[in-house]
């Protein structure tokens, strides 16, 4: 995913709307004080007209107006007919009575008008009264329009507008910082995250983080202690191996011990490599976690096919042991691996053989349950497991009775092999135990995606 970066993103966006307010405030300002100058230009133009207007009843020459014929303002009179008997500023003008202020003001007494001015940029605000003799007086004034103000001040504004926009690039960048220092100052803090959230939209993140460093820590331990078990595992077979090796080494044990001492030697070997192989499995199962079904080569098996061919391979195991084991196989596909699936079946028959009595029956079962989810399940009539030891069988190393596993070759981890491999198909647990009566495990797993119910 293309990245951005936060803290130029918000400056930009900042900056952007500093830009267009500062425009569209220009913009608004131009057109207000444009509106009032026009407005104040209509009512200095009408009351000038009324004044002018209530001399000019007293004059006797016409010509006497051109003294107020002011420089700016240009001075008409009118008669009813809208012919012109003086102007300030030519001498021969045309009828007037077309024009809409004339009209105005014959018709209600007065009338305005604005037109374009023969000056460029300028226009003309008309303002006209009828005079008691009926005549029409008529004050004009030229007055830069709109844009011609606008152009004017054009450069001021783009100098002001430069400046503004300066120091709002500057203040965006400088507000974007303080913006963006909090979340710095609690990436600084990830031991103590959940204080040093500055914003409410952080906690999510900050929490998910918070959990993320729980979880590490907890698999740290995990992986702490397992390598420290693993050490102690292995550290007392290699002692006894060793012990044994001084003793026929330095001929301190009679020739006939020897044959005695090397089958312990063996034994003590057979272990540790037992324990190597479970170890091994446990990493490769460890490193398949959360990879998807396509990538762990699955394939459909037969929980019956697994269940037959287990009970045929721990026939002798259990013939040793005077336990019986009965299989009642019905076909259950599911997609996994035939042989983790062998594993899984395998150290769950082993268990319920060695932690049985002679005489002990072990039933492996396959099939669907009511709900239609295929299972595979093993029972034993054997020694049972005490409640508060239930939920910790599944741990690495956790044994109920540590020298009844190791006398019948346990290595502490087959359960947790077995959690392992359901992890990895995304098959339920169940356990159910009695001290004295028995255990029974029943292992369910996802319906194939054809038999799903829709
Ligand atoms: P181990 O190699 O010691 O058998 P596991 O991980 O297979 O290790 O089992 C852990 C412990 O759970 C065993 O030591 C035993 O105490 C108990 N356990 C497992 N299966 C059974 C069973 N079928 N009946 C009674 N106890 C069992």
Redesign the pocket.
């Known amino acids: 995913m293309k990245r951005h970066s936060m803290e130029r993103k918000i400056s930009l966006r900042l900056f952007f709307m500093g830009s267009v307010g500062l425009i569209l405030t220009a913009i608004v300002c131009l057109i207000v004080f444009y509106r009032v100058f026009s407005l104040q230009l209509w009512r200095s133009l009408e009351q000038t007209t009324q004044q002018i207007a209530v001399s000019c009843s007293k004059l006797e020459n016409k010509e006497q107006l051109s003294d107020f014929a002011l420089s700016s303002l240009r001075l008409t009179l009118i008669d009813p007919q809208g012919e012109v008997l003086y102007d300030s500023q030519t001498a021969v003008a045309e009828n007037h009575l077309s024009r809409p202020e004339i009209q105005a003001a014959l018709a209600s007494g007065e009338g305005k008008s604005q037109r374009h001015s023969a000056t460029v940029g300028y226009q003309t605000y008309y303002y006209a009264v009828r005079l008691d003799d009926g005549s029409v007086l008529r004050v004009a004034q030229d007055a830069a329009t709109l844009r011609s103000i606008f152009v004017g001040a054009l450069p001021a504004v783009l100098l002001g507008c430069i400046f503004i926009l300066v120091l709002s690039i500057v203040l965006s960048c400088f507000l974007t910082r303080d913006l963006i220092k909090p979340i710095h100052r609690m990436v600084d803090h990830l031991d103590d995250i959940r204080d040093k959230v500055p914003y409410t939209e952080l906690e999510p993140l900050a929490d998910a983080i918070h959990s993320d460093q729980i979880l590490r820590a907890n698999n740290e331990k995990i992986r702490r202690e397992f390598t420290a078990n693993i050490s102690h595992e292995l550290k007392t077979p290699l002692t006894s191996i060793s012990g044994y090796a001084e003793l026929i080494e330095a001929g301190l044990a009679k020739p006939e011990d020897v044959p005695g001492f090397a089958t312990r030697i063996h034994t003590e070997a057979s272990r540790m490599i037992a324990l190597v192989n479970d170890i091994l499995a446990l990493s490769h199962l460890d490193s398949l976690r959360d990879k998807e079904p396509s990538e762990l080569e699955f394939t459909e098996c037969d929980l019956a096919q697994v269940a037959q061919s287990c009970s045929a391979r721990l026939r002798v195991n259990a013939q040793r042991a005077f336990v019986s084991v009965s299989v009642d196989a019905a076909p259950a596909i599911v997609l996994g691996n035939r042989s983790m699936l062998d594993d899984l079946c395998q ?1 769950l028959c ?3 053989i ?2 049985n009595r002679p005489g002990g029956k072990v039933r492996i079962t396959t099939g669907h349950t009511a709900s239609g989810t295929p299972f595979l399940q093993v029972q ?1 009539d ?4 005490p409640q508060d ?1 239930q939920a910790r ?2 741990e690495r190393f ?4 540590k020298s ?2 190791k006398a019948t070759g ?7 092999i077995v959690k392992h491999i359901a992890l990895n198909h995304k098959a339920q647990l169940e356990l159910k ?1 009695q001290p004295g009566n ?2 029974c ?1 029943t292992v369910a797993f996802p319906p194939l995606p054809s038999e799903n119910p829709k």
């Open positions: 150290n082993d268990n319920a060695r932690y034993d054997g020694i049972g497991i030891a069988i599944f956790y044994r109920v009775d009844r596993s346990g290595t502490g981890l087959g359960l947790a135990s028995g255990t495990i």
